[in-house]
């Protein structure tokens, strides 16, 4: 007897994927902008800034404000519950200012990771509760993508299949709400850089995660070609003594999704890790030239990679915002090159793009 998926509709289908086609246009990529508040906090705390809503705000315009040359390179910016809601100086709506580029507005969904019981200290996500309700809400206020982040850790025991087959089950049931409500879900599982591990270890682990992803995916009836997946590139740990080049990263991560990815998944939006700059970038754009058959639109979903050095030239100052969105622009450029493989290297040399991101155990 052949099996009945809980249904979507032809037309539901179509939408989803034409969604997800839009954002990983060839030479486009995802704006990660969707830091909370907390996180907002830390980073202008860097800069000397007070962590004020206002200020947030002014910082989010410095980035969304930039002008038309950022329609080619950016297909979807991630939004911030908060950030969801404001406007720019002349009343425009943030949501609004970004559609009207022709860009796909986005929307972080998950409340944060806690501990999983049963574990040596590691975690699962939370925001299941009351997913659908916001979902719709999200739907009608401008939301056409949302993320969810779940994280795991390299160390002698972890990540353990307890926390491995709990985080895919998770991301899982939050595709499948996604979908329900005309949503493509984006599903971030990132194994953080934490730890001295080498790159074999991270591509075995990769592989792990990944493909108990997919086997939860199927199970609960995800229809992939309505659905993006932001993983991490495979690199060797942060305290890891053994140096790789950009090659060396991007064979072992396009192998790790060779293996364990669906060719039917639209693209890859990959995370930047605590990359620097132009690590990312050069990473990235070894991943997009890499030999092997890559059946998916392969591109970025950065946060820190793209925002350092515009977070560094604006300072919080009225009067630096126009210096502070041509650095993003920059960086924008610069990446889209990437994920099209033709990015080779920064002749500016180091400066901030050279500047390291790593933060133990990141969250946001």
Request: some cysteine; hydrophobic content about 35%.
């Amino acid at each position: 007897m052949s099996h009945q998926f809980a249904t979507l509709t032809a037309e539901q289908r179509k939408e989803l994927h034409e969604i997800a086609l839009r954002i990983v246009a060839p030479g486009k990529g995802i704006l990660a902008a969707d830091e909370s508040v907390g996180s907002m906090g830390k980073r202008l705390n860097q800069i000397g800034v007070e962590n004020t809503e206002e200020n947030r705000r002014l910082y989010r315009q410095v980035l969304f404000t930039a002008d038309d040359r950022i329609n080619s390179c950016i297909g979807g910016v991630i939004f911030f519950h908060e950030t969801l809601y404001q406007s720019s100086d002349d009343g425009v709506p943030f949501v609004k200012l970004i559609k009207d580029k022709g860009i796909t507005v986005g929307i972080k969904v998950d409340k944060g990771v806690v501990p999983l019981p049963g574990t040596n200290g590691e975690t699962t996500t939370q925001g299941l509760d009351g997913l659908s309700e916001r979902c719709a809400q999200y739907k009608k206020d401008g939301a056409d993508f949302a993320k969810w982040r779940c994280v795991m850790r390299i160390n002698e025991s972890t990540p353990s299949q307890l926390c491995i087959t709990e985080n895919a089950r998770v991301m899982a049931r939050y595709a499948s709400v996604c979908q329900q409500h005309g949503i493509v879900p984006i599903v971030e599982p990132e194994i953080l850089p934490d730890g001295d591990h080498d790159l074999k270890r991270c591509q075995f682990v990769t592989e792990q995660v990944l493909s108990a992803v997919y086997k939860a995916m199927f199970d609960h009836h995800v229809y992939l070609e309505g659905t993006l997946l932001k993983p991490n590139m495979v690199t060797p740990g942060h305290a890891c003594l053994t140096k790789y080049s950009a090659e060396e990263v991007a064979m072992a991560t396009v192998t790790a999704l060779r293996r364990t990815v669906p060719p039917a998944v639209t693209g890859v939006t990959f995370l930047s890790g605590g990359q620097s700059e132009e690590e990312a970038s050069l990473n990235l754009s070894a991943i997009s030239s890499c030999p092997l058959v890559k059946p998916w639109s392969l591109t970025f979903s950065f946060g820190r990679a793209l925002q350092a050095s515009a977070l560094k030239a604006w300072r919080g100052n009225r009067e630096n915002q126009r210096a502070a969105t041509e650095e993003f622009i920059k960086r924008a450029e610069i990446n889209s090159l990437a994920s099209q493989g033709k990015y080779c290297s920064d002749e500016e040399g180091s400066g901030t793009t050279g500047l390291c991101h790593y933060l133990s155990s990141y969250a946001y």
